[in-house]
């Protein structure tokens, strides 16, 4: 399911950015996922029905969010780990100041908005608040704005990049890092 996700549109309000590098996770078998050792109150949403959203705060100061894709009761998840904006780059810039606490003068500069998983969910204001979203449905609740991944008919790359993922300790050599090779929002990390 992950290099799937490359190129579809993440959207909440009128924020919008294309999904431009994914990580996966496997649950039992992936010593690297937080569901490897079973389900917990933090993961529970890992473990429900694919095209969810799963939101966990990291590091004590950082969220990251992942797509559930695996069948309802088995823990899969694929991290969005960057996006490039289309639309709503102002809402972006102000989420992130407001969520870096940034004092500088100079803006972010566009590729940088959502060029991490972190910082992806401070442009989209995705925190502990929106986990479980059905990302699919499209449904808000009342005092959030909806939440969705959707096609615009860009097709994912044919070949994308691909490598370990980046900051695990167990099983980094799983090539389970995609990218669309070439974007200038991918994040940092390996270029394999």
Known sequence: ????LLNKVLVRGSRAARIVEVEA?????????HGHRGMTN????????????YVYFTYGMHHCANVVCGEDGLCS????RAAAPLDGAGAMR???NAASRRRSAEPFRVVDLCSGPARLCQAFGLDRR????????ASGTAGRLPIAIVDDGTPPPENPGRSGRI??????????RFYVAGDPNVSRGPRA
């Open 1 to 4: 399911m992950a290099p799937r």
């Open 42 to 53: 933090r993961t529970r949403t890992m473990f429900g029905p694919p095209g969810h959203l």
């Open 167 to 176: 900051g695990v300790t167990h099983a980094p050599n799983r090539l389970w």
């Open 77 to 80: 998840a694929v991290l969005l």
């Open 25 to 33: 996770y496997e649950g039992a078998n992936d010593p690297s996922s």
């Open 94 to 96: 102000h989420a992130r």
């Open 130 to 137: 929106v986990d479980g979203t059905d990302l699919v449905a």
